[in-house]
């Protein structure tokens, strides 16, 4: 077997990860590359899947940041020291088998000390770790590259790929969704998927918001009646990649020598967004398709009635826009998942990139369905929702809205997917 197994927390090393991912993929074409549980069906015991996992896996890479001791459990205390915690399990998994298991160390993190990790787990602190520092990236990952490659694969000494996926597994869209908050996908090319929950909220902002334009009122009530799955992350670069490679498209998108892989896509239009969304459905039968304008302001807010999801205020490294603190803040795109997630689990709803909606253009909420379906008459121009990269803060909070030419593409211009039935 000679398959790489990712581990990582979602929550603070995403980006990272998913960096590493792509280059690995590259340059090791060979190699299957394992690093997301989004893979794992719903109902499917962790522990046995990530064992099949580790299964096809010579080595187990574990991504280590500087905050990945101090994930907390929603109900409290340290995620490392919750027996049923899937990193805690991967790790554990790989310790216990015939894996090569490697510490990778990320954004100036040191490898942790026995006292500071379970007991189950402190052989991991007598691995011999790999450092990857931003300013050396591409060095540091071609060193570890070279290391990989002297790592004989295990077993009868050939390349088992992951188990390919024949047909899409039946993902009920409808009133028989998971709880919210599950995450799931039709395949290992697919967009992950969170399930957001029905509930009614307040679109639009108040009149003394700050920042506020006329075009986002008046403020008004929507229920959406049903939960519907809402993906995790704008649409990547790799997702986009995977469609070009089906010949499903010639329009290959230029990513400004900022990357690919976990980047979202960029240089995409609405109509390039609705092609897409066609491909999607006729390959894996489920209903694809972009969000109402309601939708995504409900599945951004998240509870939320404030100017940001977390707040009033911009904040300080809370998402990628301009002033946002970040690193890549009016320079480019940020990895996808490289800022904690809103309170559905859903990342970069704002910032990074603006994402095309199914609606087209209104200047006020006059008239607004107020059921949470798209508004499509009236206009030859489509919504455009979050902000990105190089826009300052007003024009990142949840009620803010713009207008695009459909034919449009530019280099802060993607788009995030919904599973659902359309609102009739």
């Known amino acids: 077997m000679s398959g790489l197994f990712i581990s990582y927390r979602h929550e603070v090393d995403a980006g990272w990860a998913g960096r590493l991912a792509a280059d690995l993929k590259r340059d090791l074409p060979d190699r299957p590359v394992f690093h997301d549980i989004a893979s794992i069906e719903i109902g499917e015991d962790f522990g046995i899947a990530i064992e099949r996992a580790l299964g096809h896996c010579a080595v187990l890479l574990v991504v280590i940041g500087p905050r990945w001791l101090d994930v907390q459990h929603p109900h409290g205390g340290r995620r490392i020291d919750d027996e049923d915690d899937w990193v805690r399990i991967e790790i554990l998994t790989g310790l216990q088998g015939n894996l090569r298991v490697v510490p990778v160390l990320v954004g100036g993190a040191a490898l942790p000390r026995g006292n ?211 690193q890549w803040s009016n320079r480019q795109t940020s990895p996808v998942g490289s800022f904690a997630p809103n309170a559905f689990g859903l990342h970069d709803m704002i910032g990074n990139v603006w994402e095309w909606v199914q609606d087209t253009w209104h200047d006020s909420y006059l008239g607004a369905p107020d059921d949470g379906r798209a508004w499509e008459e009236g206009s030859d121009s489509q919504v455009v929702r979050g902000g990105s990269w190089i826009d300052g803060s007003d024009g990142c909070r949840a009620a803010y809205r713009r207008w695009d030419s459909p034919g449009l593409r530019d280099d802060n211009l993607g788009f995030r997917l919904c599973c659902a039935p359309p609102i009739v």
Request: hydrophobic letters at 35%; proline letters at 10%; charged letters at 25%.
């Open 116 to 326: 500071q990790l379970p007991d189950a787990l402190k052989p991991l602190v007598r691995r011999n770790a790999h450092e990857i520092t931003d300013k050396r990236w591409d060095y540091d990952v071609g060193e570890l590259v070279k290391a990989l490659g002297r790592i004989p694969a295990h077993g009868a000494g050939r390349i088992v790929a992951p188990p390919a996926v024949t047909s899409p597994p039946h993902i009920p869209v409808a009133n028989a969704l998971p709880a919210p908050g599950t995450v799931f996908r039709h395949g290992p090319d697919f967009p992950e998927l969170v399930v957001v929950p029905a509930g009614r909220f307040l679109m639009g902002s108040p009149e003394n918001e700050k920042g506020r334009s006329t075009d986002e009122g008046p403020r008004h009530e929507v229920t959406i009646a049903r939960p519907f799955a809402v993906g995790r992350y704008p649409i990547t670069f790799a997702e986009w990649d995977a469609f070009v490679a089906a010949s499903a498209t010639t329009h290959r998108p230029d990513d400004k020598g900022w990357g690919r892989g976990r980047q979202p896509v960029i240089h995409v239009s609405w109509n390039d967004a609705q092609a897409y969304v066609t491909w999607l459905r006729d390959r894996t039968g489920q209903p694809y398709r972009l969000l109402s304008e309601a939708e995504w302001e409900y599945a951004a807010r998240a509870g939320s009635q404030t100017r940001y999801p977390w707040g009033d205020a911009p904040g300080k490294n809370k998402a990628n826009f301009d002033g946002s603190g970040s």
